[in-house]
C-alpha cells in the first residue's frame, strides 16, 4: 500500500502506534526537565539520496542512523536524551511499509535509552526528507563544550574509527576486501548502517569520571564529520592547536587486513559517522577513563598552545603534516 | 550569489548572524527551564510548492509563516516560547538572498517575543524543505489541553475566522474583490502572509484570566486548520459534542462587502490559517475574557454532552449541518 492510499489522517494513526499515547493528541508534547538540568537541543536533516539510499540503506537503518546521528550529539554535549520529533516529507507513492519500518529503525535505536518520540510531522514532497529534533538534559556543570579544551589535556577517542567509512565502501563495491573474514565485513558494515551514540560515556562521566575530584573539565564533540573535523572544531573554539601521533589512531585491525595503513589512517581522519566522542581533560583521568571504556578507547594525541593541529609521524614514513579543516565533507 | 557558489559553511556563517553568539558552536544548544514548568515541543514540516510558493510567499513571508505556525501550536498548549530550531534543504541554485530574507522573516515573527534561533541544519536538496521546531515552557498546571472540555463550556475564538483565506484567494485571483478598499484588501492578504500568534491570549490567561479565582481549566487549541476542525479535534479529545451559531462566528467585516456570507462562513470553518485560538472555558470566564480581548474576540458555542457537532442556524436559511472531520484539509 502506498501512502497516498492510506491519506494523512490513516498514516499519522499508524505512527502514533510508536510514540507513547499521553503524549499525542495536543498541539505540542509536554515534557519534564528535572530540577537544575539545562535543555540540550538538536536538530538534523537527511534528505534521500544525499544522506541515505535504497542502494546502503534500508528503511530501517535510515531511520536509525538519523537517530543515532541526533542522540551522539546530544552525547557529544554530556547530555542524556529526554526525547524527539520527527518531521518526515515524503512522495505519496512512497510505500507504507517503508515508512513503517523507518520508524522501527528509529524506536530500535531509542529503545536502549527509554527515549520516546514525543511529535512529529508528516507532509507531501518529491522527495523524502527527515528532520529529526532531539532534546536531552544535563547540569550546567557538567556540559562538554568544544571551548574548553586547555594545553597539555589529553585527546582521547571513545573507540576505533574508519569502520563506518569501510563499511560504505563494502555497500557501494561488494568485490572489495574479498581477504576480509565474514564476521570481519558484517561488522564493518553494521558500524556504518547501526552506529551507537556513546550515551554510556556520558553515563560514565556523569557517574565516577571525576573520580570524587568534584567538578570534571571535559571538551569535547562527536567524530560526526571525521576525527581530524572533531580535533580541528575543538580547537578552533578553544582557541589552542593540537598534535595527533598517526600510530596511536585506533582503527579496526581488520581494515589493514584489507587496505594499507595510509588508507585506514585517511578514512579514521575523514570518513565520518563514527559517531565516537573525541574528548580533551587531563591526561590521568584520560588515562582512567581509556581503562574504563576499552573496545578500542584510545589517547591519540595532545592539545598545544600553538594554534595548528599537527599530524606527527614517529615513523618517519609519511612525514608530519598540518590538517585543515577544508579537507571535511561539504554540502551544495 | 548562490547558495553553491557560497558553500555550506559560508552559508552557515551567514546564518549564524541570526543566532544569540552564545548558542553558536557546539553539537546542540543550552537552554533553560524555569523551575517548576513543563517543556512544550512542537514541530512543522513546509515544502515548496506545498505549503509555501512564490506565487504567493515571498521568502520574507515564508519564514514568518512558518515560524508563527509553530509559536501557534505553543500558544494553543498555554506555552511560552523559549526558542526554535530550523532545519532547511534547499537546491545550490537558491539564491543566498532568498534564504537570507527567509531567515530575516522567521526572525522578524520571533522578535516580538525575544524568542531565539537556537539551532539549526542546513543540506542540499531538490526541493526547498524547511523543518521548525519550537521550545516553551508551561506550568503544568496551567497548559491548554485538547480533552479538558465539558458540556456547557462556552466555546471562544480569540478573533476572526476566514480573513488568511480570502487573503489567499485575493493572492491567487488578484482581479477578485473589487469592491474592497485598498486598506481592507491589504489587511486580508496580510492576514495571509504575516499571521500573529496568540501568545499575547496566553501571557493574559497567565496573569490574570482566572480573576484569582486559582486553578483555570481551559481546554482548546488553535485554528490553524480551520474552525471547524479545532472544534472537532476539541471535542473527540474530550469526548463532548458541541453546537456553534451559525451567525455568532466572526469574520472580517470586509468580507461580506465581497462575498455571499455563505462563502465568508465556509472561509472560516475550513479556510484555515487564521492561528486564533479555540477555547472551552466556563460561560462567564469567556465572556470576561472576550471583552479584554475585543477585536473580533467571541462566544460561538457551547460544548454539550451528546457527541456530536452542529453547526446550528437561527436564521432558518441554511438548516442545521453536522460536521464531520473528513472536510478539512488533507495531505497525499
Given amino acids: 500500500m502506498q501512502v497516498r492510499q492510506l491519506g494523512e489522517q490513516g498514516l499519522l494513526k499508524r505512527l502514533q502506534e510508536f510514540c507513547p499515547v499521553d503524549l499525542i493528541g495536543d498541539d505540542a508534547a509536554l515534557l519534564t526537565v528535572a530540577a537544575g538540568q539545562s535543555l540540550v537541543v538538536t536538530t538534523d536533516m537527511l534528505v534521500d539520496g544525499v544522506h541515505f539510499s535504497d542502494r546502503t540503506t534500508s528503511p530501517f537503518d535510515a531511520g536509525w542512523r538519523a537517530t543515532a546521528a541526533n542522540l551522539s550529539d546530544l552525547a557529544a554535549m554530556g547530555a542524556s536524551p529526554l526525547g524527539i520529533t520527527i518531521g518526515l516529507s515524503l512522495p505519496g507513492t512512497v510505500e507504507v511499509s517503508w515508512v513503517e519500518q523507518f520508524y522501527q529503525g528509529i524506536v530500535a535505536c531509542l529503545q536502549p535509552y527509554s527515549t520516546p518520540i514525543v511529535g512529529g510531522d508528516i507532509c507531501r514532497s518529491s522527495v523524502i526528507t527527515v528532520s529529526i529534533t532531539a532534546f536531552g538534559q544535563v547540569s550546567p556543570s557538567r556540559a562538554i563544550r568544544r571551548s574548553t579544551a586547555r594545553p597539555g589535556d589529553a585527546i582521547l577517542v571513545t573507540g576505533v574509527h574508519g569502520a563506518s567509512r569501510a563499511g560504505l565502501e563494502l555497500l557501494l563495491h561488494p568485490d ?9 565485513r558484517a561488522a564493518l558494515i553494521q558500524a556504518h548502517q547501526r552506529p551507537v551514540p556513546r550515551l554510556d560515556v556520558v553515563a560514565l562521566l556523569r557517574d565516577g569520571g571525576d573520580g570524587g575530584d568534584g ?7 562527536d567524530s560526526s564529520d571525521g576525527l ?3 580535533v580541528l572544531q575543538i ?33 579514521a581522519l575523514y570518513g565520518g559517522e563514527d559517531f565516537e566522542l573525541v574528548l580533551c581533560l587531563p591526561r590521568l583521568v584520560a588515562q582512567r577513563l581509556v581503562e574504563q571504556l576499552g573496545n578500542g578507547a584510545a589517547i591519540v594525541g595532545r592539545i598545544t598552545a600553538e594554534p595548528t593541529v599537527v599530524l606527527r609521524d614517529r615513523s618517519g614514513l609519511y612525514g608530519d603534516e598540518i590538517l585543515r579543516l577544508e579537507k571535511g565533507f561539504q554540502h551544495f
Avoid at 567538578?215 to 564533540?221: C, D, E, H, N, S
Fill in 176 to 184: 572489495q576486501g574479498q581477504g576480509l573474514s565474514a564476521a570481519d
Fill in 215 to 221: 567538578l570534571l573539565r571535559v571538551a569535547g564533540m
Fill in 228 to 230: 581530524a573535523d572533531a
Fill in 235 to 267: 580547537c578552533r573554539a578553544s582557541r589552542v592547536g593540537a598534535e595527533i601521533e598517526r600510530n596511536l589512531i585506533p582503527f579496526p585491525p581488520s581494515l589493514t587486513a584489507w587496505v594499507l595503513e595510509a588508507q585506514a589512517v585517511e578514512w
